[in-house]
Every structure is written in C-alpha cells, then in structure tokens.
C-alpha cells in the first residue's frame, strides 16, 4: 500500500468556493508535512507547510490543518480563484525519506 | 527562475540508446534526488545523495546509473531503457537529506522511450 494517501484524486470547484484536500500517512513520527503545486507543464514548489508542533498554519487563502493522533493533514483553498487550478501534492516523512501523495487535479470554474 | 536546472527539457531515445540527464543547483544545497513522475502515480524517488554520497537507492533497475561528482550536479546516465520508463524526470535539492527540509524541484526532463 501506499505510504501516503491523497484525496480527491480530482476536484471541481466554482470560482469563490472553498476546496479540501486530504493525506493520510503512516510514519507516527512524522513531524514535516508540506504541500506542493504543479502547474501545467511546470516544477513542482512548495505553498505551505507545517510541522508537527503545530496543529494548524494559514498563509492568506491557503491554510493546512494537522491531527497527529488520526495521521492525517488537509489542505484548506478559500476563495478560490482560476489560477489555482493545478496538481496539489502533499508529502510526509516515512522512515527518512519524504514520500508524496498521488496528486489531487483542481479545476476552478470561472 | 535558476534555482535548480535540468538539461535537457525532452529527450526521445531508443532502447538500444545511452543518454544522460544533467541537473545543476545554484542554491548552496548539500542533498540532491532524482525522481520519477508518471502520470496518476505518486512521485517516484529514485536516488538521494548527500555530500556527494549515495544514501538512497530506492530499487531502482540498473539500467539507471547516478552520479554525483560535487554537491551541485547530478547526472542520470540511462541505458538500455524500456517504453515503461517513459515519464518526467524530476532532480531536487534541499539544504540537507531528510525529510525535515524542503526540496526545490527542477523543471523536469521529460523521456520517451520508442
């Protein structure tokens, strides 16, 4: 199985609405969970993070939430806008390495 | 953005062909990795280095072969590929290996295996 869950694999919003995502993980002593966004055609990079002392972090419109006793973290989008639209990866530690997740495809519909 | 840089940007070889895909960090990082994205799949690693020492091989075939000569450039050296191989090629660095430390991805070489 994998080592990081992530869903939706896709998810469709209207320009305004709020989108979700989630990861799951495995390692119990995770303690580094960041979120990445691909753009068509282009690297992955970095939007936001969080470490495990922390059970929430907000950055404008994005904001991630983490329940270490349930293993898993979300990624919050408010307001969305077209120019999210993109592949959403999250990642987690697993025993040394960072393993991501399968990827969420967002669509925001003007 | 000059951060990480990949050479070349899309590569069509035979199976029969040697090529290399060359990745250069201008950011003063220590680790460097290679990495697999085929479509729907999660991201693949393939290798890490750390001051230019191999610390993870993640089972890849042999018919992929890194090389690290300093912490700034990392080369894949491929041959004998198979059409399954066909994917984006993504090279990261982060100040050191872990996974406490934030990566910067590369913009990707992307293969085709014929």
């Known amino acids: 199985g994998e080592n990081v869950e992530q869903h939706p694999s896709t998810l469709s919003v209207q320009e305004g609405d709020s989108a979700v995502i989630k990861c799951t993980y495995s390692?119990?002593?995770?303690?580094?969970f960041p979120w990445y966004k691909q753009e068509l055609g282009k690297r992955p990079q970095l939007i936001i993070d969080?470490?495990?002392?922390?059970g929430e972090k907000k950055d404008q419109r994005i904001a991630v939430t983490l329940n270490k006793t349930a293993k898993h973290f979300s990624l919050h989008i408010t307001e969305t806008q077209p120019e999210d639209s993109a592949v959403y990866f999250c990642?987690?530690?697993?025993?040394?390495?960072?393993?991501f997740g399968a990827g969420t495809r967002l669509t925001v519909k003007p | 953005e000059t951060g990480v840089t990949q050479t070349p940007r899309h590569l069509v070889m035979g199976m029969t062909n040697k090529k290399s895909l060359k990745c250069e960090q201008h950011?003063?990082?220590?680790?460097m990795y290679w990495y697999k994205q085929s479509a729907k799949k999660p991201l693949e690693l393939m290798f890490v280095?750390?001051?230019?020492?191999?610390?993870e091989n993640n089972s890849v075939p042999s018919r992929f072969s890194p090389e690290c000569p300093n912490s700034s450039h990392l080369f894949l050296h491929l041959h004998t590929l198979q059409p399954e191989d066909s994917a984006l090629y993504l090279c990261?660095?982060?100040?050191?290996?872990?996974?406490?430390?934030?990566?910067?991805f590369g913009p990707g070489t992307r293969l085709t295996v014929t």
């Open positions: 390692d119990s002593a995770s303690n580094y």
């Open positions: 280095y750390n001051f230019k020492e191999q610390t």
């Open positions: 950011l003063g990082h220590n680790a």
């Open positions: 990261a660095s982060s100040q050191f290996a872990g996974s406490t430390y934030e990566q910067y």
């Open positions: 969080i470490r495990s002392n922390v």
């Open positions: 990642a987690a530690p697993h025993f040394g390495d960072m393993r």
